[in-house]
């Protein structure tokens, strides 16, 4: 299990594995690129991450299908898993993750409950990529709940990439309601990819 979700210990490892990192964002408005940039030297292992708050922002800028978000809503595992595919299309690094959620205080359902979020990670390794959604459903204000959400896209990324695209590692931390519970892609989808 990773032992800090600081963004130190995230770029210490990012570094140490010779990785640029890149995300899509939706409920987190920009946080986790926030936090990612607040450390000097962050450009070293950062490619930058696309706010695609609004459903066309996410069809323009990610290439989202627009039938996924009807069919699915934008809170969902097949949004996460495209946002991640195409952030990861778009930047060519090696390592990406999306994010789509009710950040609250409304906005929520007896579905999508205040507090869901969805989690695209995605990694790219020997030309070929593979994507994986997870859900998280988290507790308090809505700041409280898109912070929680950027520290836990730096957690699952870390364990994602460790553990090689192995899906029996997201569900090692599926344990207990403050963890995340995966059920979209399983297994992962993985498709070739073009040269970084």
């Known amino acids: 299990m990773v032992k800090s979700a600081s963004v130190g210990s995230f770029?210490?490892?990012?570094?140490?594995?010779?990785?640029?990192?890149?995300?899509?964002?939706?409920?987190?408005?920009g946080l986790l690129s926030r936090e990612m940039t607040a450390l000097p030297g962050?450009?070293?292992?950062?490619?930058?991450?696309?706010?695609?708050?609004?459903?066309?922002?996410?069809?323009?800028l990610l290439g989202v299908d627009a039938g996924l978000l009807s069919a699915h809503g934008a809170v969902?595992?097949?949004?996460?898993?495209?946002?991640?595919?195409?952030?990861?299309?778009?930047?060519?690094?090696?390592?990406?993750?999306?994010?789509?959620g009710v950040a609250g205080p409304g906005g929520g359902s007896e579905?999508?409950?205040?507090?869901?979020?969805?989690?695209?990670?995605?990694?790219?390794?020997?030309?070929?990529?593979?994507?994986?959604?997870v859900?998280?459903?988290?507790?308090?204000?809505?700041?409280?709940?898109?912070?929680?959400?950027?520290?836990?896209?730096?957690?699952l990324a870390q364990v994602w990439w460790e553990a090689a695209m192995d899906l029996d590692s997201l569900r090692s931390l599926t344990d207990n309601h403050s963890k995340p519970f995966v059920e979209a892609s399983d297994p992962p989808l993985f498709f070739p990819f073009g040269p970084l």
Not at 78 to 90: D, F
Not at 113 to 133: I, K, Q, Y
């Open 111 to 133: 579905e999508k409950p205040v507090g869901t979020v969805w989690f695209g990670l995605g990694s790219v390794r020997d030309s070929r990529a593979g994507v994986v959604a």
């Open 76 to 100: 969902s595992g097949e949004v996460a898993h495209a946002m991640a595919q195409g952030v990861l299309e778009v930047s060519h690094v090696p390592l990406a993750v999306g994010i789509t």
């Open 42 to 60: 962050s450009s070293e292992v950062f490619w930058g991450g696309i706010v695609s708050y609004a459903d066309q922002a996410k069809v323009r």
């Open 135 to 155: 859900r998280h459903r988290f507790d308090g204000t809505r700041s409280a709940v898109q912070r929680q959400s950027a520290q836990w896209a730096r957690i």
């Open 11 to 29: 770029q210490s490892f990012l570094r140490a594995h010779g990785l640029m990192f890149a995300c899509a964002e939706s409920c987190t408005g």
